[in-house]
Each structure stands twice: as C-alpha cells, then as structure tokens.
C-alpha cells in the first residue's frame, strides 16, 4: 500500500493499485521531471530540455496545476503522461504520452478523460488540442474521443529563440 496525492483536491491518499490490477492515474505533482521527459523519450515525444521542458519548470508546473498534470502509472512505474493546462478561457491537452509497451489498451484513453474532468471542474467548456499533421495515430485517437479538426485554421507561434 502507498500513500499518493488526489489529483482533484491535492490531498493524500491511499493507493491500492499494483501491476497486477492495472494502471492509476494520479498527479504529477510529487514526480521527478526526469522520469517524465524519459517516458517522453521512450514514446517518441519531441520535447525540448533546453526549453519549455526544462525540468525546473516542469517542476513548477506540476505543482502550480497539480490538479491537470496527471501521470499514469503500473506500480511505480510511469507508463503514460498529460499536461493539461488552462488560460482562462479554453482547456488544452498537452504532452499526452504512453509508453510504447502499455498502448492501444485504454490508457491514453483514461488520461484524456481525467484531463477533461479536471478542466471541466476549472469551468472550462471547450478543450482543445495541437497535433501535426503527420501525427495519424493521435489525429485518430482525437477524433474517435469527439474532437474535431479546424482546417481553417493555421498555427502561428512567435519565439524568443529556437530551443524554446
Ligand atoms: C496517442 C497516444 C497517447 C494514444 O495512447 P493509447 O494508450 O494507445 O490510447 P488508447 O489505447 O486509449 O486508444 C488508442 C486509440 O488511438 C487511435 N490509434 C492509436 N494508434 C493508432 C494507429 N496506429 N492507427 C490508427 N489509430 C490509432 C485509435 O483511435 C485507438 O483506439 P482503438 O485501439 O480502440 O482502435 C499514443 O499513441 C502515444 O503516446 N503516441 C505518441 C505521443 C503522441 O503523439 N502524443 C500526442 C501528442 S498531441
């Protein structure tokens, strides 16, 4: 038995959960950044060290918005991964990722759903996502969870340097 954070209310609890039983889905918010950015790696994820994904700032993320930055886990290990966030006035899904061995099992499914129920408790009515073009399998699983495609809109971004 371990003692784990609630990702709604930020309060300890008792987790039950071990390889056998399957995977639990809870916050971020007590994790190393270096085991994120691992599970990035090993999913294929481009991400950026020298960036938005340095580990100081992913360190204050997933305590800033512990109740949308969600880790899905076997026993202690971290299997898959959201960072949702929230501007105020749209939800938007982040950094999903699940690692290679645990896909098409339900698990990228199951952070999508407590990502959107965490946002929904924020208030917020539409939840949005940014996937390339290229990026089939995502665009697949977006729209089989009832998102859909904006052909009319182009992505703009303005950076201070390219590792941002
Ligand atoms: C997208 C991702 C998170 C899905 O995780 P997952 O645990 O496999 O998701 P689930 O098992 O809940 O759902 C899988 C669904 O995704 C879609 N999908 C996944 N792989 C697919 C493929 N090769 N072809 C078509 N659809 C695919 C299907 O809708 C599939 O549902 P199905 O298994 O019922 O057919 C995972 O593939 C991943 O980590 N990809 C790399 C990282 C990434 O690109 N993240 C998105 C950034 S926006």
Redesign the pocket.
């Known amino acids: 038995m371990q003692t784990e954070r609630d990702f709604h209310t930020g309060e300890s609890m008792t987790s039950e959960t071990s390889a056998e039983e399957g995977e639990d889905i809870r916050s971020l918010a007590d994790e190393e950044p270096e085991r994120v950015l691992d599970l ?1 790696e090993r ?3 481009p991400h950026r060290p020298r960036g938005r994904d340095a580990v100081h700032g992913l360190r204050e993320q997933f305590a800033r918005d512990s109740d949308l930055s969600l880790g ?1 886990y076997v026993g202690r290990t971290l299997i ?1 991964s ?1 960072l949702a966030t929230d501007d105020g006035r749209k939800g938007w ?8 061995d ?11 759903a407590e990502a959107e129920r965490a946002l929904a408790k924020r208030g917020k009515r539409i939840i949005a ?4 073009d290229w ?11 009832g998102y859909r495609p904006h052909d009319d809109i182009t992505y703009l971004s303005k950076r201070d340097s390219e590792e941002a």
Do not use: K, T
Request: hydrophobic residues 50%.
């Open positions: 990035w999913a294929g994820l899905a898959g959201v899904i982040n950094r999903l990722a699940v690692d290679p645990y896909r098409r099992a339900g698990v990228g499914s199951r952070l999508l996502a940014l996937v390339e990026n089939e399998e995502s665009l697949s699983f977006f729209q089989a969870r």
